[in-house]
T-cell receptor, first 114, second 111 residues
């Protein structure tokens, strides 16, 4: 079974502070993604990456940066956290060779910005 | 941008009943994926249907796809309390590897 691990599981941050969410996958997948989940909005794509050392903007990238230092690791960075970034964040991976484009998700990180 | 959307937001049913939820999308997709998210967990794929298929079955799950109306449905027969979850449909934009998720349908199955 594919494994995507996120850390931390939950975090409380102060407005204006820097937050880093980490994701590690042991699936040997090329693609990794960061989604944000808010009630009433489903899952929205923030950033994604097809290969190490390269990231792409998703549908809602403003206020977020991403870093893919290796195939296994993908981080989401909030340089100046804001109240509106309170949400649950999910990391996912997928296999470039999988024609079904199936995503494997982590358990999520609940971020509260106060 | 392409998006998927469920028409029903929340359903409460008795165990053993059948349930159907719908999803409509705005632009072409090569596949519709249905994910289930249980409380405190990440979403997990439960069934997918490709644009050249009209129906797909997997156990108690049945997905349909109507490309002319750009809509898909997910049915669960003989629901169990363990089917309680939020269900999302997801579509791609034919460029692949970038899924767009709908708002989700919350299903509560009462034992």
């Amino acid at each position: 079974e594919a494994a995507v691990t996120q850390s931390p599981r939950s975090k409380v941050a102060v407005t204006g502070g820097k937050v880093t969410l980490s994701c590690h996958q042991t699936n040997n997948h090329d693609y990794m993604y960061w989604y944000r989940q808010d009630t009433g909005h489903g899952l929205r794509l923030i950033h994604y990456s097809y290969v190490a050392d390269s990231t792409e903007k998703g549908d809602i990238p403003d206020g977020y940066k991403a870093s893919r230092p290796s195939q296994e690791n993908f981080s989401l960075i909030l340089e100046l956290a804001s109240l509106s970034q309170t949400a649950v964040y999910f990391c996912a991976s997928s296999d470039a060779r999988d024609n079904n484009e199936r995503l494997f998700f982590g358990h999520g990180t609940k971020l509260s910005v106060l | 941008s392409q998006w998927g959307e469920e028409n029903l937001q929340a359903l409460s049913i008795q165990e053993g009943e059948d349930v159907t939820m719908n999803c409509s999308y705005k632009t072409y997709t090569t596949v519709v994926q249905w994910y289930r998210q249980k409380s405190g967990k990440g979403p997990a794929l439960i069934i997918l249907i490709r644009s050249n298929e009209r129906e797909k079955r997997s156990g108690r799950l049945r997905a349909t796809l109507d490309t002319s109306s750009q809509s898909s449905s997910l049915s669960i027969t003989g629901t169990l309390a363990t089917d309680t979850a939020v269900y999302f449909c997801a579509t791609d934009n034919s460029a692949g590897n970038k899924l767009t998720f709908g708002i989700g349908t919350r299903v509560l199955v009462r034992p």
